[in-house]
């Protein structure tokens, strides 16, 4: 369930794990057939300027949020997107039907990726020449130099984009096992093995986690040859204790992984692998280095994702003596419902209060914080070992790059 962040709602970046757990497969937002008009009929909508005003609104608003995010090539083009769906344009065609989507459903995202499918398949060589993830260079200077050739591609793969529009963004990004593996080297005890399970999957990238290198300045931590280097991995210097804990363990062991997801997606098939390459933004070649790499490992040792529930997936687990079991997850719990949640916050419980220290359990999560914390869409990751009170550690921008020690903020 690790997804892509959108512009956000009240619970933070949206669109993620098949947008939201009660979408089946082939739905698009509100469960949607996006092939129809909403009365039914096949075809363009006759009128839908005010409902159109509003898909033009949310692409502006992902506009601005893929730039805060260093995607200035993805700003760009959803500005031109936004003046092309308000002038009833190709893109304004594509995203027919789907006026009365919410920001959560990440619609800008999903055209974007869609695509970028197309770019990284190579039935849009106009616009490849302006992505850099094919080989493209991107002109900072002129961001919006490829919008002809973008809104051709839409104009001319109108089928191959509305079903994309089906698909809920999946990126499965590995940045965030900076926060936590950081969390995981907070609880471990010093030489026990650990036994992962991780809620909302995805493709099961970040249960290799192991395997991945963390570098920040003269500190690192994992294999050194590793295929999966994140860099820059804190903003600053990694706190005292982390590089105390690093060194206490300089080799993690996972003795099991496991992961759960409603709709997890194969690394190793080529429509999985697409879907996770899509999503990641063309001009951020840290991301897409990452993915590579992660993709590689995942494909000597495939990761073993469960397609089901995280409560009924928490129910199968149990503490076991001589090993550390972890449960951990980053950016999925807003799209699971709340009586789904309540049951897993029963099974972490249960799993808390059976531990001991010869059976040790911890929990850990990287996500927003929620409403009425002041502290609008900030990402933090919160540890609890045991049945101890939950700490949090660190933040870090949605993709978990760079990391930084958590301070409280006031209005």
Same mark, same amino acid.
């Given at each position: 369930m690790t997804d892509e962040?959108? *512009?956000?709602?009240? *619970?933070?970046?949206?669109?993620?794990? @098949?947008? @939201?757990? @009660?979408? #089946?497969?082939?739905?698009?937002?509100? @469960?949607?057939?996006?092939?129809?008009?909403?009365?039914?009929?096949?075809?363009?909508?006759?009128?839908?300027?005010?409902?159109?005003?509003? *898909?033009?609104? !949310?692409?502006?608003?992902?506009?601005?949020?893929?730039?805060?995010? #260093?995607?200035?090539?993805? #700003?760009? !083009?959803?500005?031109?997107?936004?003046?092309?769906?308000?002038?009833?344009?190709?893109?304004?065609?594509?995203?027919?039907?789907?006026?009365?989507?919410?920001?959560?459903?990440? !619609?800008?995202?999903?055209?974007?990726?869609?695509?970028h499918a197309l770019v990284l398949t190579g039935r849009a060589p106009g616009l490849a020449a302006h992505y850099p993830s094919a080989g493209g260079r991107f002109d900072p200077l002129r961001p919006d130099v490829g919008w002809p050739a973008f809104r051709a591609t839409v104009r001319d793969n109108l089928p191959w984009v509305r079903d994309w529009l089906t698909r809920p963004p999946q990126t499965n990004e590995v940045g965030r096992a900076v926060l936590l593996v950081t969390g995981l080297l907070r609880v471990l005890p010093a030489g026990l093995p650990v036994r992962l399970f991780e809620l909302g999957a995805s493709a099961g990238l970040n249960l290799l986690a192991d395997r991945f290198r963390y570098t920040a300045g003269p500190f690192g931590h994992g294999p050194a040859d590793s295929p999966v280097v994140l860099r820059e991995a804190w903003q600053d210097a990694p706190p005292d204790w982390l590089r105390q804990a690093a060194g206490a363990t300089p080799a993690l062991v996972f003795a099991e992984r496991h992961g759960c997801d409603l709709r997890p997606i194969d690394p190793a098939s080529p429509d999985g692998a697409l879907a996770l390459r899509a999503y990641v933004w063309p001009d951020q070649p840290g991301r897409t280095a990452r993915l590579a790499g992660a993709l590689a490992l995942a494909a000597k040792q495939p990761p073993d994702v469960r397609p089901i529930g995280a409560a009924a997936f928490l129910r199968e687990v149990t503490v076991q003596p001589g090993a550390l079991t972890v449960v951990w997850h980053s950016i999925m719990r807003q799209y699971v419902p709340e009586d789904e949640w309540a049951a897993v916050e029963q099974e972490l419980t249960r799993l808390a209060e059976s531990s001991s220290p010869a059976a040790p359990f911890a929990y850990l999560a990287f996500e927003p914080l929620r409403p009425g914390t002041g502290a609008g869409h900030r990402f933090v990751l919160t540890v609890r070992a045991g049945t101890g009170a939950p700490e949090v550690l660190a933040e870090a921008p949605p993709h978990g790059l760079p990391a930084r020690p958590y301070e409280e903020r006031r209005r």
């Amino acid at each position: 369930m690790t997804d892509e962040p959108s *512009t956000g709602s009240s *619970t933070g970046p949206g669109a993620g794990p @098949g947008a @939201g757990p @009660g979408a #089946g497969p082939g739905a698009g937002p509100a @469960g949607r057939d996006p092939s129809r008009r909403p009365d039914g009929q096949p075809g363009r909508q006759r009128d839908r300027q005010p409902s159109r005003a509003r *898909t033009a609104e !949310l692409a502006g608003q992902q506009a601005a949020a893929c730039e805060r995010l #260093g995607s200035p090539l993805y #700003g760009a !083009l959803l500005r031109r997107v936004a003046e092309d769906v308000t002038a009833g344009g190709p893109c304004a065609e594509a995203l027919a039907g789907y006026e009365d989507a919410s920001d959560a459903d990440a !619609l800008a995202l999903r055209l974007l990726g869609g695509v970028h499918a197309l770019v990284l398949t190579g039935r849009a060589p106009g616009l490849a020449a302006h992505y850099p993830s094919a080989g493209g260079r991107f002109d900072p200077l002129r961001p919006d130099v490829g919008w002809p050739a973008f809104r051709a591609t839409v104009r001319d793969n109108l089928p191959w984009v509305r079903d994309w529009l089906t698909r809920p963004p999946q990126t499965n990004e590995v940045g965030r096992a900076v926060l936590l593996v950081t969390g995981l080297l907070r609880v471990l005890p010093a030489g026990l093995p650990v036994r992962l399970f991780e809620l909302g999957a995805s493709a099961g990238l970040n249960l290799l986690a192991d395997r991945f290198r963390y570098t920040a300045g003269p500190f690192g931590h994992g294999p050194a040859d590793s295929p999966v280097v994140l860099r820059e991995a804190w903003q600053d210097a990694p706190p005292d204790w982390l590089r105390q804990a690093a060194g206490a363990t300089p080799a993690l062991v996972f003795a099991e992984r496991h992961g759960c997801d409603l709709r997890p997606i194969d690394p190793a098939s080529p429509d999985g692998a697409l879907a996770l390459r899509a999503y990641v933004w063309p001009d951020q070649p840290g991301r897409t280095a990452r993915l590579a790499g992660a993709l590689a490992l995942a494909a000597k040792q495939p990761p073993d994702v469960r397609p089901i529930g995280a409560a009924a997936f928490l129910r199968e687990v149990t503490v076991q003596p001589g090993a550390l079991t972890v449960v951990w997850h980053s950016i999925m719990r807003q799209y699971v419902p709340e009586d789904e949640w309540a049951a897993v916050e029963q099974e972490l419980t249960r799993l808390a209060e059976s531990s001991s220290p010869a059976a040790p359990f911890a929990y850990l999560a990287f996500e927003p914080l929620r409403p009425g914390t002041g502290a609008g869409h900030r990402f933090v990751l919160t540890v609890r070992a045991g049945t101890g009170a939950p700490e949090v550690l660190a933040e870090a921008p949605p993709h978990g790059l760079p990391a930084r020690p958590y301070e409280e903020r006031r209005r």
